[in-house]
């Protein structure tokens, strides 16, 4: 058996040259008894291998299981017999937590915690050298190892042989390591594979002994296998930005920096076996494992409250909120057996952190809305983290809050995307940044940036690389297939140098690129965070993240609640505020009138530009078929119109069985329960999740390991992996071979993009809400959406066409009477117009028309005006004119741009503000050629992107329209 100290990742971004879960692979292949993932400056990667290390031992455990309920086949292997040999069957490596810790004043080491304590200290090292530089970097110091370094052991690596000192490198450092490190510090001897490993390995013990250190052994690996030596100097070449053959140095002079077998090391270290022996022995000592990180909620009670009382308090005076007139016995009841239920697995402090989080965004008047699995409880609508009324569904919360699955709920919290910084920044204020940080979110190579970066290491050419990249649409073809559309292209695809790129291409889909912040995911804990994870700084001044992605927490277990942001919460506040402010009509998302048949009437004519989540093609085309008349009629609206539904086949079906043009059936009672809701055609992720437990008879830790593939969006792509189980469960309860395909089918559309049903209730929510306020209040609805962009399907043109389209007056943008958003204003004869906003136009800035609107007074009565009392630059007065702002003033677009185009200084001068009695200069009238309507409409979507004289295709229907 062998221990490996120093693997080196592909989460030493750029360098290594495997995953983690590679390594874990070739080390159970190897035979090793243990290894550890020590990457650079950073911890990202090991808990990958900790999950697979888990994984496996968790089949091992099956396989022994099964072996001692069922015979061996055939007679037993005689006694004198030797076993033939086989493939570790049993093998479980075990992971040992490390980092390569890179300084700015002294060699690198591997630091390697010997206990929980150990790896608080190695996370806050971490944490020092990333928050003191940029993201991506990392500045320690050894001064900070010596501070903060309690119960590491440390593995010192010497220089490389080129550079002066060799493992005397460290000689100035080691006094200062001793006192601080006696008894906890090895150096470590790593081969070379240059013909001069054994004079090295015996400079390296005498330099040893000098030092008075151990000796400790190593292969040092790049790769899990020699046979990525070509990938792992394309990473090369891709981080030094150069082409393969320039590398030099930094290229690998062969393929031997791999992951070694125990016969290997031997080979490789003979003449130095105690430092292979030593190794065994330090990994003895080396217990620490990821599986005693317990995390601990943030503890929400107030002074002489528990969590629990302050939630049950919080939740009876929610109750008395949200049912003025009591509660019916039914949701009383639901509300006990809620409470009870999180008393019991002790998640109170998590439900108080969302609503402390929603209650302060409803404080400062930031609309929200509470989402997810647990978000449609009655707990969740009475905290006022969701406005959906749990009545209307049909959803148990045991299927959330499970005492079978011992892991948080999940609540996604959405706010308005223009003011969710001011939720993040009260959070970091509230918990600390020691406490709480961002999820991380690691970019991996797709196809076309793959293509780019691969194909510029190998030298090809930007013509070439183009070519390739126009090709590609969705994922990479690794088949083949792809070599007629190369040809198509001018390309020989058996070209040496081409098939080699295609072929690394294909290895480096899928690597680790570099970390970026998660969307919105938020990790707080009870004590340090930077005990638990280390922390780094965002790109995004004032965030901070941690190095591990929403999968990793979740294999650990660690509390995440996502702070999203969406676009149409925005449009839906500015409109509450514009229907408050015009028709004092005081709305909020739970008090809109309910099932108005006017707003599913205006839905089944597929009027819905703007309307969140049923306004793409796809949609609209189908509401007129769905023709919904109630609210749960939007929860499968929302649903259906997805990769799940679509790839298992279950849109058609359904849409029959509604219109009453197919029988509904159910495959058997057990499924009838489960699909009774949806006609027989499974629509919902838990609904998926449901068949494979009750059709297929998975276990709920099988189940769960498919959840949880799904929940990773197909980026591992390991969701087949259950295909046979299910297909083989399906078949044994007997299902038919077609339904179980279909739900099979399904089930890897939910891996591309699964929508579960308590996600599609909180959506219908807001569909219900925009499309009541389209139907309504167009005007209003159509000016919110206008100060909400960007966001949605369509652009303002479309926006404003389709508000004419619904009656409202639409005014142009006028530079006395337009402010930055655009409002709502009397028409004259009792009703409101729209009038546009300055933020229409492209290139003002919200400063400028601050400047324009507050020294406005009066009006302006001419261009210079808006030059002399609002001090604007002539840049921006030009803009102002090309999109004929100044038509109020009788001036023309190109007029006014005439007169704009004559102010030449920044500022006026005092002296010459007014014209001097006597001294005005008389300047000869311009007589400019009137635009026609063309040039004008083609000006409008210049300035504007949209225009008020006409549709561009309507200055060409004399032409398209055919004679006669």
Same mark, same amino acid.
């Given at each position: 058996?062998?221990?490996?100290?120093?693997?080196?990742?592909?989460?030493?971004?750029?360098?290594?040259?495997?995953?983690?879960?590679?390594?874990?692979?070739?080390?159970?292949?190897?035979?090793?008894?243990?290894?550890?993932?020590?990457?650079?400056?950073?911890?990202?990667?090991?808990?990958?291998?900790?999950?697979?290390?888990?994984?496996?031992?968790?089949?091992?455990?099956?396989?022994?299981?099964?072996?001692?309920?069922?015979?061996?086949?055939?007679?037993?292997?005689?006694?004198?017999?030797?076993?033939?040999?086989?493939?570790?069957?049993? =093998?479980? &490596? +075990?992971?040992?937590?490390?980092? $390569?810790?890179?300084? %700015? @004043?002294?060699?690198?080491? *591997?630091? !390697?915690?010997?206990?929980?304590?150990?790896?608080?200290?190695?996370?806050?090292?971490?944490?020092?050298?990333?928050?003191?530089?940029?993201?991506?970097?990392?500045?320690?110091?050894?001064?900070?190892?010596?501070?903060?370094?309690?119960?590491?052991?440390?593995?010192?690596?010497?220089?490389?042989?080129?550079?002066?000192?060799?493992?005397?490198?460290?000689?100035?450092?080691?006094?200062?390591?001793?006192?601080?490190?006696?008894?906890?510090?090895?150096?470590?001897?790593?081969?070379?594979?240059?013909?001069?490993?054994?004079?090295?390995?015996?400079?390296?013990?005498?330099?040893?002994?000098?030092?008075?250190?151990?000796?400790?052994?190593? =292969?040092? &690996? +790049?790769?899990?296998?020699?046979? $990525?030596?070509?990938? %792992? @100097?394309?990473?090369?070449? *891709?981080? !030094?930005?150069?082409?393969?053959?320039?590398?030099?140095?930094?290229?690998?002079?062969?393929?031997?920096?791999?992951?070694?077998?125990?016969?290997?090391?031997?080979?490789?270290?003979?003449?130095?076996?105690?430092?292979?022996?030593?190794?065994?022995?330090?990994?003895?000592?080396?217990?620490?494992?990821?599986?005693?990180?317990?995390?601990?909620?943030?503890?929400?009670?107030?002074?002489?409250?528990?969590?629990?009382?302050?939630?049950?308090?919080?939740?009876?005076?929610?109750?008395?909120?949200?049912?003025?007139?009591?509660?019916?016995?039914?949701?009383?009841?639901?509300?006990?057996?809620?409470?009870?239920?999180?008393?019991?697995?002790?998640?109170? &402090?998590?439900?108080?952190?969302?609503?402390?989080?929603?209650?302060?965004?409803?404080?400062?008047? *930031?609309?929200?809305?509470?989402?997810?699995?647990?978000?449609?409880?009655?707990?969740?609508?009475?905290?006022?983290?969701?406005?959906?009324?749990?009545?209307?569904?049909?959803?148990?919360?045991?299927?959330?809050?499970?005492?079978?699955?011992?892991?948080?709920?999940?609540?996604?919290?959405?706010?308005?995307?223009?003011?969710?910084?001011?939720?993040?920044?009260?959070?970091?204020?509230?918990?600390?940044?020691?406490?709480?940080?961002?999820?991380?979110?690691?970019?991996?190579?797709?196809?076309?940036?793959?293509?780019?970066?691969?194909?510029?290491?190998?030298?090809?050419?930007?013509?070439?690389?183009?070519?390739?990249?126009?090709?590609?649409?969705?994922?990479?073809?690794?088949?083949?297939?792809?070599?007629?559309?190369?040809?198509?292209?001018?390309?020989?695809?058996?070209?040496?140098?081409?098939?080699?790129?295609?072929?690394?291409?294909?290895?480096?889909?899928?690597?680790?690129?570099?970390?970026?912040?998660?969307?919105?995911?938020?990790?707080?804990?009870?004590?340090?965070?930077?005990?638990?994870?280390?922390?780094?700084?965002?790109?995004?001044?004032?965030?901070?993240?941690?190095?591990?992605?929403?999968?990793?927490?979740?294999?650990?277990?660690?509390?995440?609640?996502?702070?999203?942001?969406?676009?149409?919460?925005?449009?839906?506040?500015?409109?509450?505020?514009?229907?408050?402010?015009?028709?004092?009509?005081?709305?909020?998302?739970?008090?809109?009138?309910?099932?108005?048949?006017?707003?599913?009437?205006?839905?089944?004519?597929?009027?819905?530009?703007?309307?969140?989540?049923?306004?793409?093609?796809?949609?609209?085309?189908?509401?007129?078929?769905?023709?919904?008349?109630?609210?749960?009629?939007?929860?499968?609206?929302?649903?259906?119109?997805?990769?799940?539904?679509?790839?298992?086949?279950?849109?058609?079906?359904?849409?029959?069985?509604?219109?009453?043009?197919?029988?509904?059936?159910?495959?058997?009672?057990?499924?009838?329960?489960?699909?009774?809701?949806?006609?027989?055609?499974?629509?919902?992720?838990?609904?998926?999740?449901?068949?494979?437990?009750?059709?297929?008879?998975?276990?709920?830790?099988?189940?769960?390991?498919?959840?949880?593939?799904?929940?990773?969006?197909?980026?591992?792509?390991?969701?087949?992996?259950?295909?046979?189980?299910?297909?083989?469960?399906?078949?044994?309860?007997?299902?038919?071979?077609?339904?179980?395909?279909?739900?099979?089918?399904?089930?890897?559309?939910?891996?591309?993009?699964?929508?579960?049903?308590?996600?599609?209730?909180?959506?219908?929510?807001?569909?219900?809400?925009?499309?009541?306020?389209?139907?309504?209040?167009?005007?209003?609805?159509?000016?919110?959406?206008?100060?909400?962009?960007?966001?949605?399907?369509?652009?303002?043109?479309?926006?404003?066409?389709?508000?004419?389209?619904?009656?409202?007056?639409?005014?142009?943008?006028?530079?006395?009477?337009?402010?930055?958003?655009?409002?709502?204003?009397?028409?004259?004869?009792?009703?409101?117009?729209?009038?546009?906003?300055?933020?229409?136009?492209?290139?003002?800035?919200?400063?400028?028309?601050?400047?324009?609107?507050?020294?406005?007074?009066?009006?302006?009565?001419?261009?210079?005006?808006?030059?002399?009392?609002?001090?604007?630059?002539?840049?921006?007065?030009?803009?102002?004119?090309?999109?004929?702002?100044?038509?109020?003033?009788?001036?023309?677009?190109?007029?006014?741009?005439?007169?704009?185009?004559?102010?030449?200084?920044?500022?006026?001068?005092?002296?010459?503000?007014?014209?001097?009695?006597?001294?005005?200069?008389?300047?000869?009238?311009?007589?400019?050629?009137?635009?026609?309507?063309?040039?004008?409409?083609?000006?409008?979507?210049?300035?504007?992107?949209?225009?008020?004289?006409?549709?561009?295709?309507?200055?060409?229907?004399?032409?398209?329209?055919?004679?006669?």
């Amino acid at each position: 058996m062998s221990v490996e100290f120093a693997i080196l990742s592909n989460f030493t971004f750029l360098t290594g040259a495997s995953h983690p879960e590679e390594y874990v692979e070739r080390a159970v292949a190897l035979g090793m008894e243990a290894l550890a993932i020590a990457d650079e400056n950073s911890v990202a990667g090991i808990v990958r291998a900790h999950s697979h290390c888990r994984d496996i031992a968790r089949r091992v455990a099956e396989r022994q299981a099964w072996d001692r309920d069922n015979t061996p086949i055939g007679p037993p292997r005689p006694a004198d017999v030797s076993p033939a040999p086989s493939f570790p069957i049993y =093998a479980v &490596p +075990r992971l040992i937590p490390a980092a $390569r810790l890179v300084f %700015a @004043d002294a060699p690198p080491l *591997i630091a !390697l915690p010997e206990d929980r304590m150990g790896w608080g200290s190695l996370c806050r090292l971490i944490s020092a050298g990333r928050l003191r530089a940029e993201k991506g970097a990392c500045h320690l110091e050894l001064a900070d190892l010596l501070e903060q370094g309690e119960r590491l052991h440390l593995l010192l690596l010497p220089p490389a042989e080129h550079l002066p000192g060799g493992a005397g490198g460290w000689a100035p450092h080691i006094k200062a390591l001793t006192r601080r490190f006696a008894g906890r510090m090895h150096l470590m001897m790593a081969p070379a594979y240059d013909g001069r490993d054994g004079r090295r390995f015996a400079r390296l013990e005498e330099q040893a002994n000098t030092l008075n250190l151990p000796t400790i052994a190593s =292969a040092a &690996p +790049r790769m899990h296998h020699g046979s $990525r030596r070509r990938l %792992a @100097d394309v990473l090369s070449a *891709i981080r !030094l930005r150069c082409r393969v053959e320039d590398l030099g140095r930094a290229a690998l002079a062969n393929g031997e920096q791999r992951l070694r077998a125990p016969h290997e090391m031997q080979r490789i270290f003979r003449g130095h076996e105690g430092a292979l022996t030593r190794a065994q022995d330090l990994a003895a000592r080396l217990t620490f494992s990821l599986d005693e990180l317990r995390y601990d909620y943030p503890d929400e009670g107030l002074e002489g409250e528990t969590p629990s009382a302050r939630l049950r308090r919080l939740a009876e005076e929610g109750l008395i909120w949200r049912y003025p007139a009591g509660a019916p016995p039914k949701v009383r009841d639901m509300l006990e057996h809620e409470l009870t239920l999180i008393a019991r697995l002790k998640y109170e &402090p998590y439900f108080l952190t969302v609503r402390d989080i929603v209650d302060f965004a409803r404080s400062r008047g *930031i609309l929200c809305q509470g989402r997810g699995s647990a978000a449609n409880s009655v707990v969740c609508y009475c905290l006022g983290v969701t406005s959906v009324s749990p009545e209307t569904g049909t959803m148990v919360f045991e299927r959330f809050v499970s005492e079978a699955r011992d892991e948080p709920p999940d609540i996604d919290v959405d706010f308005e995307h223009e003011r969710r910084e001011e939720v993040i920044q009260w959070i970091y204020d509230r918990y600390g940044r020691h406490r709480a940080g961002l999820c991380a979110t690691v970019i991996h190579y797709r196809g076309k940036r793959a293509i780019r970066e691969v194909g510029r290491a190998m030298g090809l050419s930007e013509d070439t690389i183009a070519a390739m990249s126009s090709q590609l649409w969705g994922s990479f073809d690794r088949s083949g297939g792809g070599d007629a559309r190369l040809r198509e292209i001018g390309l020989d695809p058996d070209a040496p140098r081409l098939r080699q790129t295609l072929d690394l291409v294909g290895q480096i889909i899928g690597f680790p690129r570099h970390l970026s912040q998660h969307v919105g995911g938020f990790i707080i804990t009870a004590g340090r965070l930077d005990e638990l994870v280390p922390i780094e700084n965002a790109t995004m001044e004032g965030r901070t993240v941690i190095c591990w992605d929403k999968d990793d927490i979740d294999a650990l277990g660690i509390l995440k609640v996502d702070v999203l942001s969406l676009g149409m919460l925005t449009c839906i506040r500015k409109a509450f505020d514009l229907m408050r402010q015009h028709h004092r009509l005081d709305y909020a998302l739970a008090t809109l009138p309910p099932e108005d048949p006017a707003v599913y009437d205006m839905l089944c004519r597929a009027d819905s530009i703007g309307v969140f989540q049923v306004e793409s093609r796809a949609q609209m085309n189908f509401l007129p078929r769905m023709r919904p008349r109630n609210f749960y009629d939007l929860v499968i609206e929302v649903a259906i119109i997805r990769p799940g539904p679509i790839q298992g086949d279950m849109v058609h079906p359904y849409i029959r069985r509604r219109n009453g043009e197919e029988p509904v059936e159910f495959p058997s009672d057990a499924l009838g329960e489960v699909l009774g809701k949806t006609m027989g055609v499974p629509l919902f992720q838990e609904q998926a999740m449901q068949i494979a437990m009750v059709g297929a008879g998975f276990t709920p830790e099988q189940a769960d390991r498919l959840r949880r593939s799904l929940a990773t969006f197909n980026k591992h792509g390991n969701v087949s992996e259950f295909r046979s189980l299910f297909l083989r469960g399906m078949a044994r309860n007997g299902y038919d071979a077609e339904f179980s395909e279909r739900c099979f089918s399904q089930i890897e559309g939910f891996g591309a993009y699964g929508f579960p049903e308590s996600h599609a209730a909180s959506f219908a929510l807001l569909v219900y809400a925009s499309a009541w306020i389209k139907c309504h209040h167009p005007g209003i609805f159509a000016c919110a959406l206008l100060n909400s962009q960007p966001m949605g399907f369509y652009a303002p043109a479309q926006i404003v066409r389709d508000a004419r389209a619904h009656g409202v007056e639409v005014r142009p943008i006028c530079i006395n009477a337009s402010y930055w958003d655009n409002v709502m204003e009397p028409d004259g004869q009792g009703g409101l117009a729209l009038r546009l906003g300055f933020r229409q136009i492209k290139g003002l800035s919200d400063e400028d028309v601050s400047w324009l609107t507050a020294a406005r007074g009066n009006g302006y009565t001419e261009v210079q005006d808006v030059w002399r009392k609002a001090g604007l630059p002539p840049p921006v007065i030009e803009r102002l004119a090309e999109a004929d702002a100044f038509a109020v003033l009788g001036l023309s677009r190109r007029e006014a741009l005439w007169q704009a185009k004559a102010i030449t200084a920044k500022k006026p001068l005092p002296l010459f503000e007014r014209e001097l009695e006597g001294e005005a200069i008389d300047e000869p009238t311009a007589h400019l050629p009137q635009m026609p309507l063309g040039e004008e409409v083609v000006e409008d979507y210049v300035a504007m992107r949209l225009s008020l004289r006409a549709h561009p295709v309507a200055l060409l229907r004399h032409i398209l329209t055919p004679e006669g």
